[in-house]
Protein backbone atom coordinates (compact mmCIF):
# COMPACT_ATOMS: atom_id res chain seq x y z
CA UNK A 1 0.00 0.00 0.00
CA UNK A 2 1.47 3.69 -0.63
CA UNK A 3 0.43 7.25 0.90
CA UNK A 4 -0.46 10.59 -1.09
CA UNK A 5 -0.83 13.46 1.63
CA UNK A 6 -3.36 16.06 0.80
CA UNK A 7 -2.44 19.79 1.93
CA UNK A 8 -5.94 21.77 2.43
CA UNK A 9 -4.61 25.12 3.08
CA UNK A 10 -6.71 27.35 6.22
CA UNK A 11 -9.06 25.72 8.45
CA UNK A 12 -11.94 25.29 6.16
CA UNK A 13 -11.97 21.69 5.13
CA UNK A 14 -12.04 18.60 7.10
CA UNK A 15 -12.65 14.99 6.94
CA UNK A 16 -16.73 15.43 6.70
CA UNK A 17 -16.24 18.42 4.22
CA UNK A 18 -14.32 15.78 2.13
CA UNK A 19 -17.11 13.40 2.16
CA UNK A 20 -19.67 15.38 1.73
CA UNK A 21 -18.64 16.24 -1.80
CA UNK A 22 -17.64 12.62 -2.24
CA UNK A 23 -20.86 11.61 -0.53
CA UNK A 24 -22.48 9.75 -3.18
CA UNK A 25 -19.32 7.22 -3.41
CA UNK A 26 -19.40 4.55 -1.02
CA UNK A 27 -17.59 4.96 2.60
CA UNK A 28 -17.06 3.27 5.41
CA UNK A 29 -15.81 3.47 9.02
CA UNK A 30 -12.35 2.12 9.69
CA UNK A 31 -11.23 1.82 13.11
CA UNK A 32 -9.65 5.34 14.02
CA UNK A 33 -12.36 8.42 14.41
CA UNK A 34 -10.09 10.34 11.96
CA UNK A 35 -9.81 7.83 9.22
CA UNK A 36 -12.87 6.22 6.32
CA UNK A 37 -12.90 4.42 3.60
CA UNK A 38 -13.94 5.29 0.31
CA UNK A 39 -14.54 2.69 -2.52
CA UNK A 40 -13.58 4.24 -6.11
CA UNK A 41 -14.41 2.34 -8.97
CA UNK A 42 -14.22 -1.34 -6.61
CA UNK A 43 -11.39 0.18 -5.39
CA UNK A 44 -10.70 1.29 -1.70
CA UNK A 45 -8.70 4.35 -0.57
CA UNK A 46 -8.42 5.14 3.01
CA UNK A 47 -8.57 8.87 4.17
CA UNK A 48 -7.03 9.89 7.38
CA UNK A 49 -6.36 13.35 9.16
CA UNK A 50 -3.46 13.62 9.88
CA UNK A 51 -1.43 16.09 12.70
CA UNK A 52 -0.02 19.33 10.84
CA UNK A 53 2.96 19.62 13.49
CA UNK A 54 4.59 16.09 12.02
CA UNK A 55 7.96 16.53 12.37
CA UNK A 56 9.63 16.44 8.42
CA UNK A 57 5.60 16.60 6.95
CA UNK A 58 6.63 19.55 4.79
CA UNK A 59 10.50 18.53 4.25
CA UNK A 60 11.67 19.42 0.72
CA UNK A 61 8.44 21.16 -0.18
CA UNK A 62 8.45 24.31 -2.18
CA UNK A 63 8.39 26.94 0.22
CA UNK A 64 5.69 29.28 -1.34
CA UNK A 65 3.61 25.76 -1.16
CA UNK A 66 4.07 25.24 2.64
CA UNK A 67 0.54 26.69 4.36
CA UNK A 68 0.52 28.57 7.46
CA UNK A 69 -2.13 26.16 8.65
CA UNK A 70 -3.63 23.52 7.13
CA UNK A 71 -5.68 20.57 7.51
CA UNK A 72 -3.35 17.31 6.55
CA UNK A 73 -5.42 14.02 4.72
CA UNK A 74 -3.21 10.86 3.95
CA UNK A 75 -4.87 8.75 1.25
CA UNK A 76 -3.60 5.11 1.50
CA UNK A 77 -4.22 3.21 -2.18
CA UNK A 78 -3.20 0.41 -3.87
CA UNK A 79 -4.53 1.84 -7.23
CA UNK A 80 -3.47 5.35 -8.80
CA UNK A 81 -6.29 5.66 -10.89
CA UNK A 82 -9.19 5.94 -7.86
CA UNK A 83 -6.40 8.08 -6.38
CA UNK A 84 -6.42 10.29 -9.61
CA UNK A 85 -10.37 10.18 -9.79
CA UNK A 86 -10.22 10.99 -6.05
CA UNK A 87 -8.07 14.26 -7.08
CA UNK A 88 -9.85 15.25 -10.32
CA UNK A 89 -13.27 15.07 -7.92
CA UNK A 90 -11.80 17.12 -5.24
CA UNK A 91 -9.49 19.40 -7.51
CA UNK A 92 -13.30 20.63 -8.72
CA UNK A 93 -14.21 22.03 -4.77
CA UNK A 94 -11.18 22.85 -3.15
CA UNK A 95 -7.85 24.07 -3.32
CA UNK A 96 -4.79 21.81 -1.71
CA UNK A 97 -1.19 20.17 -2.23
CA UNK A 98 -0.50 17.16 -2.87
CA UNK A 99 2.73 15.33 -1.89
CA UNK A 100 2.77 12.00 -3.80
CA UNK A 101 5.47 10.69 -1.33
CA UNK A 102 7.42 9.93 -5.13
CA UNK A 103 9.43 13.18 -4.86
CA UNK A 104 6.59 15.54 -6.26
CA UNK A 105 4.58 18.07 -4.44
CA UNK A 106 2.01 20.50 -6.34
CA UNK A 107 -1.00 22.16 -6.38
CA UNK A 108 -4.25 20.22 -7.15
CA UNK A 109 -4.87 21.82 -10.01
CA UNK A 110 -1.03 21.10 -10.91
CA UNK A 111 -1.50 17.23 -11.03
CA UNK A 112 -4.70 17.18 -12.77
CA UNK A 113 -3.07 19.41 -15.79
CA UNK A 114 0.31 16.99 -15.70
CA UNK A 115 -2.13 13.49 -16.36
CA UNK A 116 -4.21 15.74 -19.09
CA UNK A 117 -0.93 16.16 -20.62
CA UNK A 118 0.75 13.42 -20.35
CA UNK A 119 -1.32 10.19 -19.72
CA UNK A 120 1.77 8.28 -19.50
CA UNK A 121 2.72 10.32 -16.39
CA UNK A 122 3.14 7.13 -13.48
CA UNK A 123 3.67 10.01 -10.68
CA UNK A 124 3.25 6.57 -8.14
CA UNK A 125 6.70 5.58 -9.01
CA UNK A 126 10.39 7.51 -8.51
CA UNK A 127 11.64 9.77 -11.45
CA UNK A 128 14.09 7.25 -12.12
CA UNK A 129 11.63 4.58 -12.10
CA UNK A 130 9.12 6.54 -14.83
CA UNK A 131 8.65 5.28 -18.49
CA UNK A 132 6.11 8.02 -18.94
CA UNK A 133 8.37 11.23 -17.43
CA UNK A 134 7.57 13.34 -14.67
CA UNK A 135 4.89 16.59 -14.23
CA UNK A 136 6.86 20.46 -14.55
CA UNK A 137 5.11 21.45 -11.28
Known amino acids: ?3 IVLVFPGPDVD ?3 ILAEIADWPTFDLP ?3 CRGVEVAGEHLYLCV ?6 GLFEGWPPSLVP ?5 VSVDYRDHVAVETLVRRLNSAF ?3 IDTNFGDVL ?3 AFVLALDENSRWEWWKWERDRAGGAADG
Not at 50 to 55: G, I, Q, R
Not at 68 to 72: D, F, L, Q
Open 95 to 97: TFV
Open 15 to 17: LKT
Open 50 to 55: DDTEEE
Open 107 to 109: RGE
Open 68 to 72: ESATV
Open 1 to 3: MET
Open 32 to 34: SGN
